[in-house]
């Protein structure tokens, strides 16, 4: 269930989908929920304590980050307006990042998240917020599934802190922005947004995978398509290896269309897996562990 949602845009950069994307949100939150404009702020009010006074209200911020978002500038100083203490989006997402609640980078037409040195400090963990992709083509679709997750309480933070903790320091800036560009993908699902990574990487590290979630896009085997793409959503961002998780949803989602064989020893391996799992988190440097673990076993259904 969605409480108060807080659209923080910028004017120059998004106010035509900011002003779309209220009018959805005001059709399953009671219109009084939805904060956005700042033109109700009375003249000669300190529209700092105003802004954090609306943030503390809300239970969700989204920030919408389209093309021009992150270079927009002051045209009386000509400087960076994120930079400046004082600008209405800073305020407004600094608030709710300080306040710990759900902040939501909704990257528009395109747009990608910032690296964490263009951003000043009380605003470089917007990176490690999970992001939704909204692009103009699907709009309404897209608004519709941000909506969607919203209500679910779906993830808030990006998997990018995970996969940092992974491999026991920061990712480099190319990986990361690599890694926010697949999340991206992932999240909106459509072959558009897979062809879109491919254009900004096509040899990246998750370039296999998104041409070949292009081709499932493409299959109309009933059930398949999305059992199989549940492997590759749930693949390891550093190792590139299927989790047990992900396998236990393949086999349970298409354990009618494995032959005997293939069930039993499906099901057998996903046992062994999590118990890996499980060990090579207490002991990494095993000497069983260090080479991964043995390959699955064959599928007709995936060759």
Excluded at 15 to 21: L, S, V
Excluded at 58 to 74: E, H, K, M, Q, S
Aim: proline share 7%; with cysteine.
């Amino acid at each position: 269930m969605i409480g108060s949602v807080f659209i923080s845009y910028r004017r120059d950069d998004s106010r035509y989908q900011a002003r779309i994307i209220y009018t959805a949100f005001t059709e399953v939150v009671p219109r009084e929920h939805v904060f956005m404009d700042i033109d109700s702020i009375p003249l000669g009010a300190d529209f700092r304590r105003i802004l954090k006074g609306w943030v503390d209200k809300c239970d969700v911020l989204l920030a919408l980050i389209g093309p021009g978002w992150l270079n927009a500038t002051d045209p009386r100083t000509g400087q960076p307006r994120l930079m400046n203490p004082n600008d209405f989006v800073r305020i407004e997402i600094a608030e709710a990042l300080a306040r710990g609640i759900p902040v939501v980078p909704v990257l528009l037409d395109g747009a990608r998240l910032p690296d964490p040195t263009q951003l000043p400090d009380d605003l470089k963990d917007l990176v490690y917020r999970n992001a939704e992709f909204v692009d103009y083509a699907r709009f309404n679709d897209d608004v519709a599934r941000l909506i969607r997750k919203i209500q679910q309480g779906e993830p808030t933070v990006t998997s990018l802190a995970v996969a940092e903790v992974a491999v026991g320091s920061p990712l480099s800036t190319a990986d990361r922005l690599e890694h926010d560009a697949w999340e991206a993908a992932v999240n909106q699902d459509t072959e558009l947004a897979y062809r879109y990574f491919l254009e900004e990487y096509p040899n990246g590290q998750f370039s296999e995978n998104a041409y070949t979630l292009i081709g499932f896009n493409k299959i109309d085997e009933a059930r398949l398509p999305e059992a199989k793409k549940a492997l590759f959503r749930s693949i390891h961002p550093i190792t590139g290896e299927i989790t047990s998780k992900a396998w236990r949803e393949f086999w349970s989602e298409c354990s009618d269309l494995l032959d005997e064989d293939e069930y039993h020893s499906l099901d057998a391996y996903i046992d062994f897996l999590e118990e890996y799992e499980d060990e090579a988190k207490k002991n990494p440097q095993h000497p069983e562990m260090v080479g991964g673990p043995p390959n699955p076993p064959e599928i007709k259904i995936l060759e």
